[in-house]
């Protein structure tokens, strides 16, 4: 079984999301990235778009307005200026 790759998505107001996911996809000012388990290091200012989580076969999105992306040892950390969950209508 593959690993799993500890995500955090921090709004000012509020943790939005933490936990084990699978994948994260996220808009960063210089294209589109995606992070996997075991990703090397890197941080990255984001620009407004979708953060997608990926997770046992379901996929979850959160409307992001700017902020920032670490990705270090502990997993993937997203500090975003305003972040919510897309609700499929």
């Known amino acids: 079984m593959a690993g799993?790759?500890?995500?955090?998505?921090?709004?000012?107001?509020?943790?939005?999301?933490?936990g084990l996911v699978d994948q994260v996809d996220a808009p960063g000012v210089e294209g589109d990235f995606g992070v996997l388990p075991d990703h090397a290091p890197f941080m990255t200012a984001l620009r407004e778009g979708l953060v997608t989580v990926y997770n046992n076969g379901s996929k979850t999105q959160y409307d992001v307005h700017g902020g920032f992306a670490d990705v270090n040892g502990e997993g993937l950390t997203i500090l975003a200026e305003q972040a919510t969950e897309v609700v499929a209508a």
């Open 4 to 18: 799993k790759l500890n995500f955090s998505l921090v709004s000012p107001e509020r943790e939005v999301f933490s």
